[in-house]
């Protein structure tokens, strides 16, 4: 298997897109390995997608974008600006508090650091702001997505790794106040020094703050709903996917009225581009995965690991070192699903709970967005906003430094991330 994962990183060093360096590579395996037949690679090809709970992805990401194109982002925009107006750089607070609730909406952090960029971007630069500050204030706070639900990556680790979906959607609201609450200090202290000034003197009236917030409320009330919709056994997290897209439709088309036929169809589309990006990353890796488990990989890295310390809190700082330089070169999706079925034996062996420890890793692989050599929301806002990807990233270090200190607080304070999971579905 240590050819195949070199074959795999020459690939992506030659320029492959991953989904196909992640297929050749597992696809050489097969052929290296006489002992196994051929035909095992293609029905992993189909087996790997022909999960029921994966199905709350492509689900997900239809839902989000409706969403997107009923007028909840404008409206949860107008909250955000009512709550921060008065703050030193207020459009840096904006894209805080709306990675926030936008983290209920879409799931995705690629997503959301684009849509900041483009809807925030031009007022940041009309303001003043630098544009490199501007896109890693966008890009680094849609970090916050990774734990909000619907999160993609908590699906996708929930599901390789057989963890309840529901409990990591429930354990994702704390960690993910703490990092707006820690990213919204840091544009604080950034934006004064650099003389970005707030937009008002005072407050917004709470007469302006219920105003915005009431408009908000269908957007607001859609996780709530999704979580206790799973606690009740309403629906099962696959099921509610269902039930998002119809919540959409029905936001859209009954409540704001903005969903047009035509728009509905070109968000069709939209999702159609979006899950076929995602499936075959999914589909492909199923080959790559079935090399690593027959290889026994998972049980020579606990043993490894392990062995080099049985301290959990050691054992997770040495893991968040390796996950973070793997978000420096993969996508976080095939981080997800390659390395899930690797580090789960291991955390659980050293008496980590899982649902800390997702969270803790689909935060810090999702970082990886926004770190070279490969960072996609990197190259995107940087693109949108008009600037270097070199004067983004370093404008990214000290929000890059809050999320650390987050994760690290996670890390030590395991009852504080998992309060609500307990409380709603119980030790």
Known sequence: MGAVVIIFLLLLIFGMPVAFAIGVAGTIFFVVTPDIPFS?????????????????????VFAGNLMNNTGITTRLIKLSNALTGHMYGNLGQISCVLSTLMGGVSGSANADAAMESRVLGP??????????YSAAVNGVTSLITATIPPSMGLIIYGSVGEVSIGRLFAGGFIPGFLM??????????????????PEREKPASLKEVGAAFAASIW?????????????????????SGAFACVYAIFVGVVVYRELTFKTFLQTLKDTASDIGVIMILVSLSGIFGYGIVYDRIPQAMASFLINVTSNPYILMFIIILLLVFCGMFV?????????????????????????QFGLIMMTVVTMGIMTPPVGIALYTTSSIMGCKPEETAKESVPFIIAALVVITFCIFFKDVVLFIPNLIFGK
Do not use: C, N, W
């Not at 007022?123 to 490199?132: D, F, H």
């Open 331 to 355: 996508e976080t999706t095939v981080i997800a699903l390659l390395l899930t079925p690797i580090l789960l034996p291991v955390i659980t062996s050293a008496g980590i709970d899982p649902v």
């Open 219 to 239: 957007a607001l009330l859609f996780p709530v709903i999704l979580i206790l919709g799973i606690r009740f056994g309403i629906f099962t997290p696959s099921e």
């Open 180 to 197: 707006m609450i820690a990213f919204m200090l840091t544009v604080h202290f950034t934006a004064k020094k650099r003389g970005y000034t």
């Open 40 to 60: 095992i690679a293609v029905q992993k090809v189909v087996s790997s997608s022909q999960s029921f709970t994966l199905l709350a992805i492509p689900l997900f």
């Open 123 to 132: 007022s940041m630069t009309k303001r003043g702001y630098a544009k490199g």
